[in-house]
């Protein structure tokens, strides 16, 4: 029992330390290192809650690949400093105020709320509690559709990067490069005994 | 350990990442701020999952977890986009829909 409560304390510490880490931080390479602490503090909180699956989810999955392709971008993209909003002051002020506020309200809901069981360390649970066979067995019966959805889901955001992020001018270059070929190829025809500088003087010739 | 502990840090969590997406300026740092928050409500959802003795809390946590991997590469395609336009990597300068 007590060893739980300090391992909910450091757990916890860790996730709340990261998630400060993620705001707070200049350099946005560091904000995705934090928010991995902070994902593996919330990892070691959801063992406590007799998730494993999802624990071992949440580490692999998000710790490990989608923080990768996070850390991928912050280095495609420079990951430059960024002041925390230095011009516009009321934001700078409000931001914390509303987050305070929003804390507060789902505080007093939470701690006021008539949900009796809340106080308790919840019903005992037997072994395959959170397993991945539990999980899975209701994923393929119960939450069939939620499940296909997800998949869809997937797919069509996979799809949808690759659109987004492709380069825009993709569609011409093919176009314009056969172009270069045809006038190469003619110009090649035109003075076969001087290949080389035929082809190069042709294609001047021609494209300008 | 009592499930309220879990739920009011759990609230704890959505609260900063809410203040982080209102003070950033940078995408990709409040794409990471809406990773807490939707981590924030997980931990929620496991929780709750956890005082009603079911599993079902679990699968939504899961599926949740696919909607912000969605989440997430659509919004790092967008700011691939942007560095590719040459375009300031800044939610403010960014205010139009035309593409």
Redesign the interface.
Known sequence: MFF??LL?FVA?IL??GG??G??TLQN?FY??LS?IA??LG?AV??L????E??AA??VV??AGA?MV??LF??A??GGAD?P??PESGV??V???V???V??LE??VA??GSS?S?????????GEG??SPA??GE??LN??LL??EA?SF??L???V???V??R??RGLEEPESALGAIEVAKSSLIDDPEQPGRGARGGTAGRAY | ?????????S??????????V?????P??I???L??ML?AG??AL??F?????N??G??F???V??????????G??????M???RMA?DVDSVSELRG
Request: proline share 2%; with cysteine; aromatic share 10%.
């Open positions: 739980e409560q909910f916890g996730a709340l998630a400060f993620v705001v946005q904000s995705v928010l902070h994902l919330l909180l959801f406590l809650l007799r998730a699956f999802l989810a949440q999955v998000y989608v392709l996070y971008v912050v495609y993209i960024e925390v909003r934001l700078r409000l931001g914390p509303f987050a305070l929003l804390f789902l505080a939470v701690l949900l069981a809340l106080d308790t360390t919840g019903p005992e649970v509690f959170g539990q999980i209701l994923l119960r939450f939620p499940f997800a889901l997937l069509v955001a996979a949808g990067a690759v987004m992020a380069k825009r | 350990m009592n499930v309220e502990w879990f739920v009011v840090l609230a704890l969590i959505f609260a900063i990442g809410a203040a982080g209102l003070t950033r300026r940078s990709l740092v794409l990471l701020c990773e807490l981590n997980n931990l496991i929780a999952s956890r005082m009603h003795g599993g079902d679990q699968v946590a899961l599926i977890m696919v909607v912000a991997a969605c989440e997430v590469v659509i790092l395609g967008i700011i691939v986009a560095y590719r336009r990597i």
